[in-house]
């Protein structure tokens, strides 16, 4: 059998195929998004994009109770979104195997905050598997799809960014084909209340069950070598624990929810000290402690913020000390975050701050309008908050309120909030940054865009007539490089009477197939450039200065979006030679 090293996603992605599945849905969001994209790859696997992560979720969901293998992705705070179907499948119950990807982000490497959602789970009465390797992301997607079909019960698959983004051997297998399974969709299963009331005591049952099974399973695994001293640990972290404490006696749990109470009971009873090492919340510890045992250690040791690493974990126990942090002996130029070179969100965070406005904004690239040199965009929340918080703002006493949204978080989330806005009589003016992509998580199409995750082309979601269909009457689009039409679009909207939206529209620049605007690269004529330095607030990373103190613009960088030339007062900034072709 072929091993290869891969990424924990691609393994995922991988088990999936291998298991059967039929049918995959998800949205965005890191440390997820390379599982379909991954899933794509295969033919046999009907994969794609939603439009948020309860829409796929709601997918899933159908396909699985019509008798498909399904598999639903999405990184951790998407469950939020998704949290309504997630909450009452349970009752019904699935046909065929589901299996939902939560992908956790502790230390918040690209997220809005950190969050554990094995609560979750075990508030909808779901089972959780955590695999530890690359290998085991692979092999828990078909045991979890067994597990999902044999207790008829959505089971959720927890990864943290360290798995999903490390890579590890993985041994393939070939495909199994599952045939779907037929059964008549029963209302009395899956509709009503009244219905659901009488299903109620089939949940506690089966989770009953499920803490039977989670006592027999495989899946958690003790490692006995005759120590005092007894480790309890899952997921990445059983990785550090067999790094920095190769001696010790490790009970591994693969599934965490629910957790065997019997297992704990005894190795906890067996061992003088028993450290509880998890990343995340105290999820098992407290479960333990709850148990009335108290000859643990965990979270006061280990802490509940941020990620672990076996260095983390080691000077915590005393077993080394950690090297001085080098980058603080080290004069490293400071360099915050940036928008990309040619990136269309410029111009309108430059018209933001001129025009002095309130700004809620959104998740997605621009969400560094907030961060100088801009200072432009005062709020960011939630995927779709900067509507209905602008809404809130306005109510509120503030005048002149805008929000700021991507195309894709528009799609996601911020539809129902327009045609709240508009209903409830609100004025803010919303500005839709359309750059035909979800930016921020790497390039992934949406329904705006005009393709498909597969690569083909989709029907292409109208934002424009959108907008009009809901009732603003004020709806502009504009290129999102021609400053003078950006500020004279957004201080007419502002002034305008009623909602108004205006689209800014010009693609990514990162999008593979808009590498550049134009194959000619802008230049800067040092002999008729007066060292004014206007360009330089355009804050274009492409544009440096040369020994002589003039700018001068790298053409390997430069997209040719002719932002810097618009600025100049004396028009020294042109393209470099009209038959340039970059090499
Ligand atoms: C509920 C939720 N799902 C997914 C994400 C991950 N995510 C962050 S920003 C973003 C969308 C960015 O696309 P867009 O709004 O079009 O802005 P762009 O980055 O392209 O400027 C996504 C999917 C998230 N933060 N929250």
New binding site residues.
Partial sequence: MKRELILGNHAIARGAWEAGVNFASG????PSTEILEALARYPEVDSQWSAN?KVAFEEGMGAAIGGLRVLVT??H??L??AADPFMVFPYAGTVGGFLLVSADDPGMHS??NEQDNRYLARMAKVPVLEPSTAQECKDYVKLGLEISEQFNTPVMLRTTTRLAHHKGLVTFGERHEVPRIEQDLDPRQFSVPIYRRILRPTVEQRLKDLESFAETTELNQIENSGSTTGVVTNGIAYQYVKEILPDADVLRLGMTFPLPAKILRDFCNIHEQVYVIEEGEPFIEDFIRSLGIDNIVGKELFGVIGEYSPGRLGSALGLFELPPDLTKEMTLMPRPPMFCIGCG?RTVFSALRQLRVTVAG?????TMGALPPYEASHTTF??GASIGTAFGLERAGKERVVAV??????V?AGIPALIDAVYNGSKITLII?D?S?????GGQP?PASGKALSGKDAPTLDLEGLCLAVGVEHVVKVDTWDRKAVNNALREAIAYKGPSVVITQGP?QRLPEMKRRSLTPYFIDESLCTQCDACFKVWCPAITRTENNFPVINPQECTACTVCAQVCPTEAIYPFEPNYVQI
């Fill in positions: 949205y965005p969001g890191t992560e999405m990184k705070v998407g939020n979104v997220s809005q969100h959104d998740i997605g690239c621009y939630n995927m949204i991507g195309d894709s978080t528009f996601h940054l750059n992509t979800t930016g921020m998580t949406h990514c």
